[in-house]
């Protein structure tokens, strides 16, 4: 079955960076696209980002261009999020998700940005 895990949450300042991981397994991974959503208090999960099935093609959230790079590692099955100048409106709940016939999603890891 798919199995998403996401690791590399915590508590960081203001500017400061993060880098999230999320292995996977249960499917074929290099033939799916892998995106990275998020989930603040109150708010709706929203995307944040998005990569092909390759490293080539990549989106991302208005909130984050320029802050935020997904990747992935088809050896490894593993995509990552790195984060920098991080804000503290990007405190949430981060998934890792993939769609395969449905939705799937990790347990998600937990961003605290503050001073």
């Known amino acids: 079955q798919v199995q998403l895990v996401e690791s590399g949450g915590g508590l960081v300042q203001p500017g400061g960076s993060l880098r999230l991981s999320c292995a996977a397994s249960?499917?074929?991974?290099?033939?799916?696209?892998m995106s990275w959503y998020r989930q603040a208090p109150g708010k709706e999960r929203e995307l944040v980002a998005q990569?092909?099935?390759?490293?080539?093609?990549?989106n991302y959230a208005d909130s984050v261009k320029g802050r935020f790079t997904i990747s992935r590692d088809n050896a490894k099955n593993t995509v990552f999020l790195q984060m920098n100048s991080l804000k503290s409106e990007d405190a949430a709940v981060y998934y890792c998700?993939?769609?395969?016939?449905?939705?799937?999603w990790g347990q998600g890891t937990q961003v605290t940005v503050s001073s």
């Open positions: 998700s993939v769609f395969s016939g449905n939705r799937f």
């Open positions: 249960g499917f074929i991974f290099r033939l799916y696209a």
């Open positions: 990569i092909s099935t390759t490293n080539t093609n990549t």
